[in-house]
């Protein structure tokens, strides 16, 4: 269920910060092809070396800033304010003639810009299901590559000005801000669907930082001796040259595009995995040195295409081993210490071809610069141990299954269930602040409040069904905040809901039989025995349809869930919901008799009455927080309070 809210939502965001990544991609395209009409129309062509190092270094300021304000504030919302700035900045540099107009609204646009460089990917490769993950970050890179491709199209069509491009990616800005609204309060620090590493220092990380060095490298290093090849080695005009460039990027785009639908790398793990992305890195780094050296144009412009779209799928299934295989703490800083390997890359190529002598052709020095790209995707794949990453896959998979036990817990009396500052939200709407709560065995906890107060909310967040944004939830001593539902059913924690407990085409019979399919089978025992023991009327009914029974019988059979499975935890919601006094009467000894197992019990029920006659304890919520709690014995007792806190409002009682 978590998964598959977690796709609903996906495609949104997804399309958000794919068309982000496209509108801050394309400007970069107008300082390598439009740079002379920049240079001329600014009147001043010595600054735009000075420049570009200026803008470099600002995107590496900010993304180091952002790295270091993890806990301040959600990726969402950094996002989508980056995306205003960055649509700002880029206005003003379409707009102005003037070299320090210019430059103030390129640092506008390199300081909005900067946030994605070390969110959107973690942030994408955290949201998708590990199935769904190497789908959606190969469609975000398709993203990136469209934004590198639509300004060498135009390019190649037209002699459209450099302002068009910038103009048309401030609307993108724009627009994609407009998508990222409704998820601002994404946060990457609280998604942990599998077992990670707490340190950089790890395989998958390692080979990313390889990678990422071997592309700078390429892409930045030798982007000047690739226009230098096709203008004065095979005497391209500025269109052919953007066409043969864009090929690539369109085959990125392409091969993204439909790559996850044909090829087997979202299916691979472990040292497989590492291999067929090291054999993406080691055919793009050959590609790009035989096509430097081809003796024929159009093995140039093929070689180049495939190069560019091996690279672009071994970025997407990067993406999507790496980020999982760290700690959520750690994934801003792993994104950032890429994006210093790849400023790295780039400044060594550019330093290495002013120590290259004259001698030395354009398409040898480009050869050169691909070397380390084939070092980098033969070292993935020879250091990737099969047997090593096997058992490392076996460990992982055990430990996923088996939260993490909260430090400071062993040895001390230990609540079934202990809710610690929860924090919920649906999309942009907060709907849960800080929820702090906590149960006994054997105890019966009532959670009262209106209609729209959060007490849903909260059970499904403790059932897994709804995703947190803030807090933690503690499980017999185990931090269970990430856990899958499945799992927490397997632990023993059940929820009955109102009305929904059964499936109504099913028979009584067949119902219970559905209950039991987690049981160990034990020949001489029934199950069924003391259900129909204290609920004789399903006795009488069970070979009838569950659909066709009163509410009163259907929540009885609802309720025989918990006395067939003995949870630790049982979550009852709505108790009470369309049910007759004296169904109600029959109902209540039952939550008792299944607290005095041992069992905990969270009841949410708007009857304060119900509630009270059976819990020990009660919570009462208001607007998503805990207003009071206290012995159910004080709220009987306050007769006048309870009724105050349901008309005028739980704070104004209070006040009362």
């Not at 999507?320 to 994104?335: D, G, I, K, Q």
Request: hydrophobic content about 50%; aromatic content about 8%; some cysteine.
């Amino acid at each position: 269920m978590v998964e598959r809210q977690a796709q609903s939502r996906l495609p949104r965001a997804l399309r958000g910060l794919a068309l982000q990544a496209a509108a801050i991609t394309a400007p970069l395209i107008v300082l390598l092809f439009w740079r002379v009409e920049v240079a001329a129309r600014l009147d001043l062509l010595g600054a735009l070396v000075s420049e570009t190092l200026l803008f470099g270094c600002v995107a590496v300021g900010v993304a180091w800033v952002t790295v270091h304000a993890r806990s301040t504030m959600p990726a969402g919302l950094l996002l989508f304010v980056g995306g205003i700035v960055a649509a700002v900045g880029l206005a003003l540099m379409a707009w102005t003639i003037q070299l320090n107009l210019f430059v103030v609204g390129g640092v506008l646009y390199v300081l909005g810009a900067a946030p994605s460089l070390v969110l959107h990917r973690p942030l994408l490769a955290m949201a998708a299901s590990p199935g769904n993950r190497l789908r959606t970050m190969s469609l975000y890179w398709v993203g990136v590559s469209v934004g590198a491709a639509w300004p060498l199209g135009l390019r190649i069509l037209t002699d459209v000005g450099y302002d068009t491009v910038l103009w048309i990616s401030f609307g993108g800005c724009l627009a994609a801000a407009v998508l990222i609204g409704p998820h601002t309060l994404f946060h990457d620090d609280d998604v942990e669907t599998e077992p990670a590493a707490g340190v950089l220092d790890a395989p998958w990380p390692r080979r990313s930082y390889g990678a990422a060095f071997g592309i700078g490298l390429v892409v930045f290093g030798g982007a000047q001796p690739a226009w230098n090849i096709l203008v004065d080695e095979w005497e391209r005009s500025p269109r052919q040259v953007a066409a043969v460039l864009g090929v690539g990027a369109v085959a990125s785009a392409a091969i993204n595009g439909f790559g996850p639908w044909y090829h087997r790398l979202g299916r691979l793990t472990g040292s497989r995995r590492a291999d067929a992305i090291g054999l993406q890195l080691l055919i793009a780094g050959v590609l790009v040195f035989v096509g430097s050296l081809s003796i024929t144009y159009i093995g140039l412009v093929v070689c180049w295409m495939v190069a560019g779209g091996a690279l672009g799928l071994a970025a997407a299934a990067l993406d999507s081993a790496v980020f999982p295989a760290v700690a959520p703490h750690l994934r801003r800083r792993l994104a950032f210490a890429q994006l210093m390997f790849v400023t790295v890359g780039a400044f060594l190529g550019l330093v290495s071809l002013e120590l290259v002598p004259a001698s030395v052709n354009d398409q040898w020095r480009l050869g050169f610069l691909a070397l380390p790209l084939v070092s980098a995707g033969w070292a993935i794949r020879r250091y990737a141990d099969s047997s090593q990453d096997s058992t490392a896959e076996v460990a992982s998979v055990a430990a996923a299954q088996v939260p993490r036990r909260v430090a400071g817990l062993d040895g001390e009396p230990t609540p079934v269930l202990s809710v610690e500052g929860l924090q919920v939200a649906y999309g942009s709407v907060q709907v849960l602040f800080d929820v702090d709560l906590a149960i006994e065995p054997g105890q019966v906890v009532a959670l009262l409040g209106t209609n729209g107060a959060g007490k849903t909310t909260l059970l499904r967040s403790i059932s897994g069904l709804e995703p947190t944004i803030g807090g933690r939830i503690v499980y017999t001593g185990l931090d269970i905040t990430k856990t899958r539902p499945t799992w927490r059913v397997g632990m023993g924690l059940h929820q009955v809901v109102g009305g929904s407990a059964i499936i109504g085409p099913l028979t009584v019979a067949e119902n219970l039989r559905l209950f039991c399919h987690s049981l160990d089978h034990v020949d001489d025992v029934d199950p069924f025995a003391e259900v129909f023991d204290i609920f004789p009327r399903l006795a009488e009914r069970q070979h009838q349809r569950a659909e066709t029974m009163s509410g009163g019988e259907r929540q009885m059979l609802a309720m025989s869930k918990a006395l067939i499975l003995r949870p630790r935890l049982l979550l009852i919601d709505e108790f009470s919901l369309g049910l007759a006094p004296r169904i109600i009467a029959d109902l209540l000894p039952v939550v008792r008799r299944i607290a005095e197992r041992g069992a905990a019990v969270l009841l949410v029920e708007q009857s304060v009455n119900i509630a009270l006659s059976v819990a020990d304890y009660a919570y009462v919520m208001e607007k998503g927080e805990i207003g009071y709690q206290g012995p159910s014995s004080e709220l009987r007792s306050q007769p006048d309070l309870v009724r105050s806190a349901y008309l005028e409002g739980l704070s104004q009682a209070l006040r009362g």
